[in-house]
Structure formats: structure tokens, C-alpha cells
């Protein structure tokens, strides 16, 4: 079998975890036996082509007692694994996708293979069309790689405590790219559709002054402006009760763009960006 011929088979094999964890192989369902498989699996495409050590998928396994047989129990779920994710490879053949990689094991993919990968990698495009100053363009990117989302990410085994630090992770990465097409939104002229998800994020993120900077200058446009002011007082307060601290320079330089009627708030394009970064 030549290269070609093998990077066409391993293709075919999908991994999504940004909402529950979920295999396909051409299109088609893959179907997985039980929680600790599920969880093994969960951690290695998390970790997609770095090693993830026996010692890692034991934390992900089991929180307070550890089976004397970790290691082989382990060894066992991959097995298994390596089964349903390849089922017409050879006894005698190597793996493809699941290999063994001192201390522990590895998923060997491509990035297109998992929609974590493929999110990452539209959200670092969508960022530089937003920072070339490309509104439409980062737009579509953006939302392209919000749509990948179902749901929260790992959400079948988001309760497990060594699966936080990937959840984390995946959440604060939908932040960012839910700001930034927010913000590419902006550029385009479409305030008054963002104030209601605005106003749901702020009530999510309340300490976030980047949104509640977007809300402000959404308002702002629709000739609300004593509510975007509204909005700076209470984030203010939010901030002096929860850390007992005042908005940051940014925030108030918004402010007080709003109450001059600065005219860099009224143009379209990255307005947002400069005038909280004092750039206009």
C-alpha cells in the first residue's frame, strides 16, 4: 500500500469533540463500548498527535482509587480501540491511527480529521482576516468555525476531572472566535442584529470588558447611547465588587469616545479595535 493509498484510508476516520465525543468513518457513525473506552479515546483526541502518557490516561480513568492492572486494563481499551477505528487492517499490519509512543500512546492524524483541529486552524484565519482589516472574509471564517460546535466540548465526559484543562481550553478558543466575528460584525454594520447575543454573552461574562465594549458600541450605533453608557456603569461595578478594580484604560477610553461622539465610532471596519486601543 503506498502513502497516498494509506493517508485516504486514515481520512476516512473522523474524530469530533467539540459537544460529545463522536467517531465517523465515511460519513458513518462509529459505534464505541462503554465509558472508559470512551473516555482513552477522549483524551487522545484531545491531545491529537502528541503523546498522551499511560500515566495521563490513568488521571482521565480513574480519580481516586487506581487498579493495581492500570497499565494492562489501558492496554486493553486501545486494543480494543485500534479494532473498531481500523477493522479491516491485517493481524500482522502496524496501526495507522492509535500507535504505541513511549510512555504512552498517540493519535496519529491529519488536521481535518478532528473538528478541534479544524476549528483552531479557521480561527487563526479568521483572526488574520480580521487584523488585515478584512470584515467579510473573517466573518464567514469565524462562523464557519462556530458551527462546528453541538454542543459543549467533551460533554460526555466533561465530568471528569482530568478532562478540564481540555474543556477549558476549547471554551476560552469558542470565546475568542465569538468575540472576533462579533467584532467582524461590527465592521459590517450589523449592531442592532448583535444586541440580543451581546446582551446574553455580557450576562454570561459579566467581568469580560471586551464584550461589554462591543455591546457599547452596538448601542451606541442604534442612537442608544445613554444605555451603552449604562452598560460601562454596571461592568464597573461588576469589577469594583467581584476584584475591586477599575475598568481598564481601554474601556475607558470607549467611554469617553461615546460621551465626545467620536466619529471613529460611526465608520465601519476595525472601529472597535482602535478606539479601545487608542488608535484612531
Known amino acids: 500500500m503506498d502513502s497516498l493509498q494509506i493517508t485516504q484510508k486514515a481520512c476516512?476516520?473522523?474524530?469530533?469533540?467539540?459537544?460529545?465525543?463522536?467517531?465517523?468513518?465515511?460519513?458513518?457513525?462509529?459505534?464505541?463500548?462503554?465509558?472508559?473506552?470512551?473516555?482513552?479515546?477522549?483524551?487522545?483526541?484531545?491531545?491529537?498527535?502528541?503523546?498522551?502518557?499511560?500515566?495521563?490516561?490513568?488521571?482521565?480513568?480513574?480519580?481516586?482509587?487506581v487498579p493495581?492492572?492500570?497499565?494492562?486494563?489501558?492496554?486493553?481499551?486501545?486494543?480494543?480501540?485500534?479494532?473498531?477505528?481500523?477493522?479491516?487492517?491485517?493481524p500482522w499490519a502496524a496501526p495507522e491511527l492509535l500507535l504505541r509512543r513511549s510512555p504512552g500512546y498517540l493519535l496519529q492524524v491529519e488536521p481535518d480529521q478532528v473538528d478541534a483541529?479544524?476549528?483552531?486552524?479557521?480561527?487563526?484565519?479568521?483572526?488574520?482576516?480580521?487584523?488585515?482589516d478584512e470584515p467579510h472574509r473573517a466573518a464567514d471564517l469565524l462562523r464557519t468555525a462556530l458551527g462546528l460546535w453541538r454542543g459543549r466540548a467533551l460533554a460526555d465526559v466533561a465530568l471528569v476531572s482530568a478532562a478540564q484543562d481540555a474543556v477549558s481550553h476549547l471554551d476560552s478558543l469558542r470565546l475568542s472566535a465569538t468575540t472576533?466575528?462579533?467584532?467582524?460584525?461590527l465592521g459590517l454594520g450589523r449592531h442592532l442584529d448583535l444586541i440580543p447575543e451581546l446582551e446574553s454573552l455580557?450576562?454570561?461574562?459579566?467581568?469580560?470588558?471586551?464584550?461589554?465594549?462591543?455591546?457599547?458600541?452596538?448601542?451606541?450605533?442604534?442612537?442608544?447611547?445613554?444605555?451603552?453608557?449604562?452598560?460601562y456603569d454596571r461592568l464597573r461595578y461588576v469589577l469594583a465588587e467581584e476584584l475591586a478594580i477599575e475598568p481598564a484604560p481601554a474601556s475607558q477610553r470607549l467611554k469617553a469616545a461615546i460621551l465626545a461622539q467620536h466619529p471613529a465610532l460611526d465608520r465601519h471596519s476595525l472601529n472597535m479595535r482602535a478606539v479601545m486601543l487608542n488608535r484612531c
Not at 470512551?38 to 481516586?64: E, F, K, M, P, T
Not at 483541529?117 to 488585515?132: Q, T, W, Y
Not at 472576533?180 to 460584525?185: F, S
Open 12 to 65: 476516512a476516520v473522523e474524530f469530533k469533540i467539540l459537544g460529545p465525543l463522536e467517531v465517523t468513518r465515511n460519513g458513518a457513525s462509529v459505534a464505541l463500548q462503554g465509558m472508559k473506552q470512551r473516555i482513552v479515546l477522549a483524551a487522545l483526541v484531545s491531545a491529537a498527535n502528541d503523546v498522551v502518557s499511560v500515566d495521563r490516561l490513568v488521571d482521565w480513568l480513574w480519580q481516586w482509587s
Open 68 to 90: 493495581a492492572k492500570a497499565s494492562a486494563i489501558i492496554q486493553a481499551h486501545v486494543s480494543r480501540l485500534r479494532r473498531i477505528l481500523e477493522p479491516n487492517r491485517q
Open 117 to 132: 483541529l479544524r476549528f483552531e486552524r479557521l480561527l487563526v484565519e479568521g483572526r488574520a482576516a480580521l487584523e488585515r
Open 180 to 185: 472576533m466575528r462579533i467584532e467582524a460584525d
Open 202 to 231: 455580557r450576562r454570561e461574562h459579566p467581568l469580560d470588558e471586551w464584550l461589554g465594549g462591543q455591546l457599547m458600541i452596538a448601542l451606541y450605533r442604534c442612537g442608544r447611547q445613554a444605555d451603552a453608557l449604562s452598560v
